[in-house]
């Protein structure tokens, strides 16, 4: 182990390796690199006596501690440093447990260079000084030590730099500002730190926000890889910021441990991140619909009146949220009589109009006695402990209650016996017809300045291996997000939870959907709000989305029609505002944006059922529903850097105004053919394309070859049973759409109560056949049309399916009841009734 002191390099056993040309030049870079204040104790990281293979890798013991390198699967690795004697102790807050591995492993123990290798990869170990290299199966170098600094810590810090060469893009980091690939502006780079923190107000030069993720994604030649840092303290990462062509990362404590994640595919990687760090569940389905909220709607009357005008002006809406003026004096679990005295009947009559009510729940219960979250918490030990053992206190909502305002205390969510607690404290609220939770101010947001969260020193029983808040704070929004999660879960077992957070960390996305936070009402946020959700999409968080309109300040009626727009594609689409600003629903800014902004949330509901098969996918897979260009096309340049625009799901090319005043915008469409959404003209891709555009346009283009589903418009949810399956059919020589439905409330899908249909078409000379498979699964939708629409299709003569012929219907005739086709002005429309069963349509030329 070898040390920097302020009089130079000692050894505490000197090593004849070390020249001493080479700890001038280390101690020099280390200087650079490294934070000042920890200088004095910088060690890189040695090898001390022989590596030893290991069952599942190797071990490189350096004194007390040892470099542990341990195949997790073929593609995924870990790097992990530590003390001997901690090896068996290994937690996590953010990795699921891993199944032991059983693949091919081989471990080469050389004298100055030791390997590991899967079927995959093969990891280069240089003993001394150690530096580690990631390569390939074909033997192509992925990732690599920085030849100079590699690996170092100090007592409490440690750093790991990494090369980082010119052709490399740089994505993840989670809810992060600036531009959607990280290398920045001619290669500046990003420096980001993880540490959550409550930012109202945040403009683009903000950083931390809310969520900390500690995973990056790297993209070189087409080819991914990702690095995820499993370490809750406060962390930093530099991507060649410092230094253009070295990445360099750390902690402020715990362990160096993090993840190599091989690719090639960039959705590889982030399948296997969130393999590791676990997957957003299935939301239920009127988690998908429109939400309005605003900081607060009270008292019921209002909130009548809001769920009446939807209603009444016919625009689409499934949530209403009740933000903090619903509780009396800002406790959580405690109405507030005055404006609500009757929440269950309240509740009622809005769910009959087809509304469901989220209301927020923060992390804070009043110190006050006689309040039962305050008395039971103090008698079963739950609350967060100064280290003298007496119970932490703060300022937060409760504080500034008109009447009685007093300090909170704080739920110790690492403690298991706690989250239980907590998470039953939401019986009376799910009694009272309460949908879903919203969890605030969980970064832990406490007023007292100057770090705005609690003490760093204070205390948290984390389940036996007690902690302080360095350790915790990044975790403790996940873990207020898993008891609300887990309690939803045990006091509703067959529904679906929905949980919205404001903090979170890696692996939270198992929890709970997230916003992030009080951004501000202006265009730059709005232009902000596209590479921070594919940001938080590409490290594992899928079900996210900003508050529409922007929640410090107020938008232009243009600005919020814009927003709307935008969010259509939101996975999580809510409006939502700070306290006092005029109104803001979707009718507010005139006749003419009621109009437009009753349109966009429209094409939210027709797009439901694509949205929904979507979003089913991320939940399995791990690959976010709103997607960078790059993901689904990878080896094209033009990809890598493009954040105003992206992808829902892989066929649906969405590029939102988000400039004010515009009467034209820039769209790459790449290498393919892509049709307009709205107009069905084909366009060739591989290139930039100027389209004029009005206060109405929402420029969407489709993939050749997709099957986009969708449904005529319902106001909400609960109106989609019975009504028409739209497919519409853009044109390929082959190619294929998968579909998924299920009951969109219960968990009955995860028992095999599910529907999964591919659909296929072939196109030659003569015919289009079109095939259907027999749903898998036995969920089956209430009875329904089915129709087909081949997009551009207008050399239709005759229609068989399963080898009969189906009755023409002209053009403009009255809608007929049977089956039939018909040609219509986009293209030949096949009208079936929806059965489960497989069938072959054969349209002939
Ligand atoms: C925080 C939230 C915001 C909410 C407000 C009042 O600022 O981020 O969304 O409206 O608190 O609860």
């Known amino acids: 182990m070898k040390q920097i002191s302020g009089s130079g390099w000692r050894s505490a056993k000197p090593r004849p390796f070390v020249a001493v040309f080479c700890t001038v030049l280390i101690r020099g870079l280390l200087m650079t690199a490294f934070p000042a204040t920890a200088l004095a104790d910088w060690q890189?990281?040695?090898?001390?006596?022989?590596?030893?293979?290991?069952?599942?890798?190797?071990?490189?013991?350096?004194?007390?501690?040892?470099?542990?390198?341990?195949?997790?699967?073929?593609a995924v690795i870990r790097v992990r440093y530590t003390d001997k004697r901690k090896l068996a102790l290994d937690r996590s807050f953010a990795v699921l447990p891993q199944k032991p591995y059983q693949g091919k492993l081989s471990v080469d123990v050389g004298s100055n260079t030791s390997t590991v290798r899967t079927p995959a990869l093969r990891v280069v170990v240089q003993?001394?000084?150690?530096?580690?290299?990631?390569?390939?199966?074909?033997?192509?170098?992925?990732?690599?030590?920085?030849?100079?600094?590699?690996?170092?810590?100090?007592?409490?810090?440690?750093?790991?730099?990494?090369?980082?060469?010119?052709?490399?893009?740089?994505?993840?980091?989670?809810?992060?500002?600036?531009?959607?690939?990280?290398?920045?502006?001619?290669?500046?780079?990003?420096?980001?730190?993880?540490?959550?923190?409550?930012?109202?107000?945040?403009?683009?030069?903000?950083?931390?926000?809310?969520?900390?993720?500690?995973?990056?994604?790297?993209?070189?030649?087409?080819?991914?890889?990702?690095?995820?840092?499993?370490?809750?303290?406060?962390?930093?990462?530099?991507?060649?910021?410092?230094?253009?062509?070295?990445?360099?990362?750390?902690?402020?404590?715990?362990?160096?441990?993090?993840?190599?994640?091989?690719?090639?595919?960039?959705?590889?990687?982030?399948?296997?991140?969130?393999?590791?760090?676990?997957?957003?569940?299935?939301?239920?389905?009127?988690?998908?619909?429109?939400?309005?909220?605003?900081?607060?709607?009270?008292?019921?009357?209002r909130v009548r009146l809001l769920a009446d005008t939807f209603r009444s002006k016919r625009i689409p809406a499934d949530t209403l949220w009740l933000d903090i003026d619903y509780?009396?004096?800002?406790?959580?679990?405690?109405?507030?009589?005055?404006?609500?005295?009757?929440?269950?009947?309240?509740?009622?009559?809005?769910?009959?109009?087809?509304?469901?009510?989220?209301?927020?729940?923060?992390?804070?219960?009043?110190?006050?006695?006689?309040?039962?979250?305050?008395?039971?918490?103090?008698?079963?030990?739950?609350?967060?402990k100064n280290p003298d053992g007496s119970v932490f206190e703060g300022p937060v909502w409760p504080a500034n209650a008109k009447k009685n305002p007093?300090?909170?205390?704080?739920?110790?969510?690492?403690?298991?016996?706690?989250?239980?607690?907590?998470?039953?404290?939401?019986?009376?609220?799910?009694?009272?017809?309460?949908?879903?939770?919203?969890?605030?101010?969980?970064?832990?947001?406490?007023?007292?300045?100057?770090?705005?969260?609690?003490?760093?020193?204070?205390?948290?029983?984390?389940?036996?291996?007690?902690?302080?808040?360095?350790?915790?704070?990044?975790?403790?929004?996940?873990?207020?997000?898993?008891?609300?999660?887990?309690?939803?879960?045990r006091l509703r077992p067959e529904l679906r939870p929905f949980v919205l957070t404001r903090a979170s960390f890696a692996g939270g996305q198992r929890y709970a959907a997230v916003w992030p936070g009080d951004n501000t009402a202006d265009w730059s946020s709005l232009r902000q709000s596209l590479p921070m959700l594919m940001g938080m999409g590409l490290s594992g968080f899928s079900f996210v989305g900003t508050d529409i309109g922007g929640f410090a300040g107020y938008p232009s009626p243009e600005l919020f029609t814009r927003w709307l727009q935008a969010a259509v594609f939101a996975p999580f689409m809510r409006a939502h505002t700070e306290q006092a600003t005029p109104d803001q629903e979707p009718w507010s800014f005139g006749a003419q944006h009621e109009a437009i902004n009753r349109r966009a949330i429209e094409l939210r509901y027709e797009l439901l059922p694509q949205i929904y098969k979507v979003m089913e996918e991320a939940s399995r897979t791990g690959v976010p529903a709103l997607r960078p260009l790059f993901l689904e096309f990878p080896t094209d340049p033009q990809t890598w850097s493009r954040d105003d625009q992206f992808l829902f799901g892989a066929d649906l090319l969405v590029a939102p105004v988000i400039v004010e005043g515009v009467s034209q915008r820039d769209i790459y469409l790449p290498a393919g053919d892509?049709?307009?959404?709205?107009?069905?003209?084909?366009?060739?891709?591989?290139?930039?394309?100027?389209?004029?555009?009005?206060?109405?346009?929402?420029?969407?283009?489709?993939?050749?070859?997709?099957?986009?589903?969708?449904?005529?418009?319902?106001?909400?949810?609960?109106?989609?049973?019975?009504?028409?399956?739209?497919?519409?059919?853009?044109?390929?020589?082959?190619?294929?759409?998968?579909?998924?439905?299920?009951?969109?409330?219960?968990?009955?899908?995860?028992?095999?109560?599910?529907?999964?249909?591919?659909?296929?078409?072939?196109?030659?000379?003569?015919?289009?056949?079109?095939?259907?498979?027999?749903?898998?699964?036995?969920?089956?939708?209430?009875?329904?049309?089915?129709?087909?629409?081949?997009?551009?299709?207008?050399?239709?003569?005759?229609?068989l399916v399963n080898g009969k012929l189906l009755a023409q219907q002209a053009p403009n005739a009255p809608a007929s009841v049977g089956p039939h086709w018909t040609q219509t002005e986009r293209g030949l429309l096949i009208r079936l009734a929806d059965d489960a069963k497989a069938m072959q349509i054969s349209i002939q030329h």
């Open 674 to 799: 892509w049709f307009d959404y709205w107009t069905g003209a084909l366009q060739r891709g591989g290139q930039t394309i100027r389209v004029p555009v009005s206060l109405s346009s929402l420029p969407i283009y489709v993939r050749a070859g997709a099957f986009v589903f969708h449904q005529p418009v319902v106001q909400h949810t609960g109106e989609m049973a019975g009504l028409p399956l739209q497919v519409d059919i853009y044109p390929a020589s082959d190619s294929h759409g998968e579909w998924y439905e299920d009951d969109g409330e219960s968990l009955a899908y995860q028992r095999g109560e599910q529907s999964r249909r591919t659909f296929r078409q072939q196109r030659d000379r003569h015919a289009t056949t079109l095939t259907i498979s027999a749903s898998e699964g036995r969920y089956r939708p209430a009875a329904r049309q089915l129709d087909l629409l081949l997009v551009g299709e207008h050399a239709g003569k005759r229609v």
């Open 327 to 384: 509780l009396d004096g800002f406790k959580p679990f405690a109405w507030n009589r005055e404006y609500f005295p009757d929440p269950a009947g309240m509740i009622r009559d809005l769910r009959q109009q087809g509304f469901r009510v989220v209301t927020i729940v923060d992390a804070h219960p009043k110190k006050e006695v006689g309040y039962r979250p305050y008395d039971e918490g103090i008698a079963g030990n739950h609350f967060v």
């Open 127 to 301: 003993h001394q000084p150690l530096r580690l290299e990631f390569f390939d199966r074909d033997g192509r170098s992925l990732d690599q030590d920085d030849a100079e600094q590699g690996m170092a810590r100090s007592a409490e810090v440690f750093r790991v730099a990494k090369r980082l060469r010119d052709d490399e893009q740089v994505y993840g980091f989670g809810e992060k500002t600036g531009r959607l690939n990280k290398r920045g502006m001619g290669l500046g780079g990003y420096h980001y730190t993880m540490w959550n923190s409550d930012t109202y107000g945040y403009d683009m030069s903000i950083d931390p926000l809310y969520v900390s993720v500690p995973f990056y994604l790297v993209l070189r030649e087409g080819r991914a890889h990702g690095i995820f840092l499993d370490n809750s303290f406060r962390s930093s990462f530099d991507v060649g910021r410092d230094s253009r062509n070295r990445l360099s990362f750390g902690a402020e404590g715990g362990e160096l441990n993090y993840y190599f994640i091989h690719g090639p595919h960039p959705k590889d990687v982030v399948a296997r991140y969130t393999e590791l760090t676990g997957r957003m569940p299935m939301p239920p389905r009127w988690a998908l619909g429109f939400h309005q909220s605003r900081w607060s709607y009270y008292p019921e009357a």
């Open 406 to 489: 007093g300090n909170s205390v704080f739920p110790d969510f690492t403690r298991a016996a706690t989250r239980a607690w907590w998470g039953g404290l939401h019986q009376e609220l799910l009694e009272q017809g309460v949908a879903g939770i919203w969890n605030d101010m969980n970064e832990p947001a406490v007023w007292i300045p100057p770090s705005n969260t609690m003490p760093l020193n204070v205390r948290h029983e984390n389940d036996g291996a007690p902690t302080d808040q360095r350790e915790i704070h990044n975790v403790y929004g996940l873990l207020h997000t898993r008891a609300t999660f887990e309690g939803l879960q």
């Open 44 to 74: 890189a990281l040695a090898m001390t006596d022989k590596p030893v293979a290991t069952a599942d890798g190797l071990m490189l013991p350096d004194g007390d501690a040892a470099l542990t390198i341990t195949v997790i699967n073929d």
